[in-house]
C-alpha cells in the first residue's frame, strides 16, 4: 500500500518513476511493450531509406543520409537500453521481433520506389515521429524520457534534411516535381496511421495516459500533425491526397477525410506490401552480424577478467 502510495504521488507530482523506484507490474508490462516496439521501428525503419544508400545522386546527399541511418540505428541502441532497465533482456526482445510477437510501426511495411521517397520519409515520416514523440520527453518513467530528448533532437534534424531534398526537387524539372507528388501520394495515408487506431478503438491510450506514458491521445496528436503539414505542403507546391482536406475556421483545425482502417489492421498483421521483406532481412543481418556480438562479448569478458586480477 506504502508502495502504491508512492507511486501515486509521484506521478501526480509530474515527477519521473525511476528503475529502481517499486511500480505495478502492468505498468512495468505496458512500458516494455511501447519501448519495444519503438526500438523494433527504429531499427526496422533503418531499412527503407537504407535501400537508396547506393543510389544517392550526390556525395552529399549520400553523406545526409547515411548519417540519418545511423542515427536510426542510435535511437534504437538508446530505446532497447531503456527496455533492459525494466528487467528484460534485448536478445529476447530481438527474439520477439523476429518471430512476430512483437510488433513494429506500419509505417515502415511500405516500399521506397523512387528517390523523393526518401525526402517524403524525412519530412512526413520523421515529421509524424516528432509530433509523437515530443510529449514523451515528458513521460512518467525516467529513463524513456531522457532516451526521448536525445532522439528528437536528432528527429528535427531529419525533418529538415527531407524537407530541404523536397524543396530542390519542387525547384526542378516537371518530371521530378511529378516524382515529389507521386510519393507524397503514397506516403500521406500511411503517415497518419503511425498514430495509431482512433480513440475509440485504442485499447491502451486511457491507462497509458492515467499513467503519464502517453499525454495526449492518437486522434489528438494525429490533428496536429494535419494542422503543421498542411501548410508546409503548400510551400512545397504539392497536393496531398484528400478531397476532405480543407480548413475549418470554427474547430481552428483542418477537417480530413476517412483513413483506410483495414489496411492499417491488415498491415499491423503482417500483410503489407514489405512484412516478410522487412524481417527476412532484419533477421539476415542478425545471423550474419553474430560473429561480431560473440567478438564484443569475449573482449567485455577479457577486459572484465583484467580488472579483476588487477
Ligand atoms: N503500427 O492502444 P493503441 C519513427 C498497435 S519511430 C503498428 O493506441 P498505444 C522514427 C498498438 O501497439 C515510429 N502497430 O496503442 C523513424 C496496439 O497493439 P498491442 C514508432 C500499431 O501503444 C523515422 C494496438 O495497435 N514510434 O518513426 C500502430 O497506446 C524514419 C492498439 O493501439 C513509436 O513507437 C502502428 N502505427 O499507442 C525511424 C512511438 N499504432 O501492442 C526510421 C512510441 C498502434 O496492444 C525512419 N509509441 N499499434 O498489441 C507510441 O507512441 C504508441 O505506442 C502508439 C500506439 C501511439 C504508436
Known sequence: MEQQAHFEAVLAADERIEPRDWMPEKYRATLIRQIAQHAHSEIIGMQPEGAWLTRAPSLRRKAILLAKVQD???HGMYLYSAAETLGVDRADLLDRLHTGTQKYSTIFNYPTLTWADVGVIGWLVDGAAIVNQVPLCRCSYGPYARAM?????????HQRQGFEMLLALRDGTDAQREML????????????????????????SAQSMAWRIKRH????????FVDMTAPQADVLGVKLPDEKLRWNAERN??????????????VVK?????????IERRVAAHTEGAWVREAALAYAKKQAAKVDAA
Not at 181 to 204: H, I
Not at 217 to 224: A, H, T, V, Y
Not at 255 to 265: K, L
Open 72 to 74: 536510426e540505428a542510435g
Open 149 to 157: 530528448i536525445r532522439i528528437c533532437k536528432e528527429e528535427s534534424f
Open 181 to 204: 507528388q507521386d510519393a507524397v501520394n503514397r506516403w500521406w495515408w500511411p503517415s497518419l496511421m503511425m498514430f495509431g487506431p482512433p480513440d475509440a478503438a485504442s485499447t491502451n
Open 217 to 224: 491521445s492518437n486522434d489528438e496528436l494525429r490533428q496536429r
Open 253 to 266: 483545425s483542418y477537417d480530413f477525410g476517412e483513413i483506410d482502417w483495414d489496411e492499417f489492421a491488415r
Open 270 to 278: 503482417g500483410d503489407g506490401p514489405c512484412n516478410a521483406e522487412r
